[in-house]
């Protein structure tokens, strides 16, 4: 259960629906959504693509730690959708595990996310073969997401709204 101070974070692989879910939580509790992707467009005034292009993914990683730690270093408490490599970094990750802070890892199988998932603006990383690039992810990030996460739904085969009432209940 989520307590009234904790910010709720959504972690889980592009196209998982951490953007949907979150603001149909956010509705339901009340909350400001903030999705870390979003931040950082906003903040930059680039897309996503254009930093992983002409500043490359380090780069980006830095600019999502700083979005990440600015979300949780806010008093009110958030429903947070952290883009996909969000675990990545050790550091992100112990910001995860803060007593204020609730982790759920929507959990879904890459070769279904493949179905759903489109490259785009800020999915650059999806342009060439999207099937081998999720289930490599899924493969790297999985040890990631369960160690963060306090509650893992997995998200196969279930409408957005079964998804929300499985996290508020
Ligand atoms: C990424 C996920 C994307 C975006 C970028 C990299 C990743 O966000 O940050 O393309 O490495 O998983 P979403 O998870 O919101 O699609």
């Given at each position: 259960?989520?307590?009234?101070?904790?910010?709720?974070?959504?972690?889980?692989?592009?196209?998982?629906?951490?953007?949907?879910?979150?603001?149909?939580?956010?509705e339901r509790l009340g909350r400001?959504?903030?999705?870390?992707?979003?931040?950082?467009?906003?903040?930059?005034?680039?897309?996503?693509?254009?930093?992983?292009?002409?500043?490359?993914?380090?780069?980006?990683?830095?600019?999502?730690?700083?979005?990440?730690?600015?979300?949780?270093?806010?008093?009110?408490?958030?429903?947070?959708?952290?883009?996909?490599?969000?675990?990545?970094?050790?550091?992100?990750?112990?910001?995860?595990?803060?007593?204020?802070?609730?982790?759920?890892?929507?959990?879904?199988?890459?070769?279904?996310?493949?179905?759903?998932?489109?490259?785009?603006?800020?999915?650059?990383?999806?342009?060439?073969?999207?099937?081998?690039?999720?289930?490599?992810?899924?493969?790297?990030?999985?040890?990631?997401?369960?160690?963060?996460?306090?509650?893992?739904?997995?998200?196969?085969?279930?409408?957005?709204?079964?998804?929300?009432?499985?996290?508020?209940?």
């Amino acid at each position: 259960m989520i307590a009234a101070g904790q910010h709720l974070v959504l972690v889980g692989l592009m196209g998982a629906g951490k953007s949907t879910v979150g603001r149909l939580l956010g509705e339901r509790l009340g909350r400001r959504v903030v999705d870390s992707d979003a931040v950082i467009e906003a903040q930059t005034g680039r897309t996503v693509r254009e930093i992983f292009e002409h500043d490359g993914e380090p780069a980006f990683r830095t600019l999502e730690t700083a979005a990440l730690l600015e979300a949780l270093a806010d008093a009110e408490p958030l429903v947070i959708a952290a883009a996909g490599g969000v675990v990545l970094r050790e550091e992100n990750r112990a910001a995860l595990r803060r007593p204020d802070v609730r982790v759920v890892w929507l959990a879904a199988d890459p070769a279904v996310l493949v179905e759903r998932v489109r490259s785009g603006a800020h999915r650059p990383a999806l342009d060439d073969d999207p099937a081998g690039t999720l289930r490599r992810m899924h493969e790297t990030r999985e040890s990631l997401y369960r160690e963060v996460a306090d509650l893992i739904v997995s998200v196969d085969g279930r409408s957005v709204t079964d998804v929300v009432e499985a996290i508020l209940r």
